[in-house]
């Protein structure tokens, strides 16, 4: 009719295989890089029926997820931990090479300027100082920095999150795709070392190092550290002195990880299967 002639087109293989799983026609195409296959008509609806019906609710369910993970992440790692300290200009109680007690001394040893009598030694502490003022000599002395209680929680409920929902999450996927592709034989050379073909993905290989610096992260832990000499006011704290010995080593973990989680986001770019065809 009017010159043309009606075509009709099966998509049912572009869509699933002979086994019903969906079809790899999509994935072949693209690696094909033959802008007109991909700009043909019926490769452009499958793609985009695809994508309005199945695609769609899974890539925004997957990205909302790793958006709220990131920010747990930051939560856990840059907000909370730099929230004021509580207590941490509160006065301690005289100890040993402290000032305990004060009296007053004369010219004639009954009265006069004021001073101040220490018991043991006079070792001052690093959060500690003496400050003179005129014939008066004060001794002041203060805890260490303790972020107050709800905010270490806060911060203990978020790493756990991280550790298990996370970490979890992408060790879970890790060792399925590695016992899947060496069970069929698909590996890739990367010159003398074989690796799982799914590697080849630099998506993919980006979340396999974040798996690693998260479970590195895990290992140097200062919380972890501190458990074993906190005492119950303290609890969960991660400022003790074993926790600030591996404290700058984790956050080498923590940076590191922070720029893998922000380079996974880039794929947020990939909108509609049209754009990322063109």
């Not at 941490?88 to 000032?99: K, V």
């Not at 690796?195 to 610096?213: E, R, V």
Request: with cysteine; net charge neutral.
């Amino acid at each position: 009719e009017n010159g043309e002639r009606r075509v009709n087109y099966y998509v049912k293989h572009l869509v699933v295989d002979a086994e019903g799983v969906f079809s790899k026609a999509t994935e072949w195409i693209t690696e094909s890089r033959d802008p007109k296959i991909v700009c043909h008509p019926v490769v452009a609806m499958v793609t985009d029926m695809v994508w309005s019906k199945v695609a769609f609710r899974t890539f925004l369910f997957g990205k909302a997820w790793f958006l709220f993970t990131i920010f747990i992440f930051i939560l856990s790692q840059s907000i909370f931990t730099t929230l004021n300290n509580e207590d941490s200009l509160a006065p301690l109680p005289p100890t040993a090479g402290m000032a305990s007690s004060v009296v007053e001394v004369g010219a004639d040893g009954h009265g006069g300027h004021r001073m101040l009598s220490f018991s043991g030694a006079t070792t001052y502490p690093p959060w500690g100082y003496a400050s003179f003022i005129g014939t008066t000599t004060y001794m002041h002395r203060y805890e260490e920095p303790v972020r107050p209680h709800g905010v270490r929680v806060a911060i203990l409920c978020c790493r756990i999150f991280i550790y298990v929902l996370s970490m979890g999450q992408w060790m879970f996927y890790h060792i399925r795709n590695t016992v899947k592709n060496c069970r069929a034989g698909d590996v890739a050379r990367w010159g003398r070392c074989r690796l799982p073909q799914y590697l080849c993905n630099w998506q993919d290989l980006a979340s396999l190092g974040l798996t690693l610096l998260l479970l590195l992260m895990l290992c140097l832990e200062p919380i972890l550290y501190c458990l074993g000499g906190a005492d119950a006011d303290h609890s969960f704290t991660d400022l003790c002195d074993a926790g600030r010995e591996v404290s700058f080593t984790y956050s080498l973990m923590s940076t590191g990880a922070m720029l893998l989680y922000f380079l996974m986001l880039s794929d947020l770019s990939v909108l509609s299967t049209r754009v990322s065809a063109f």
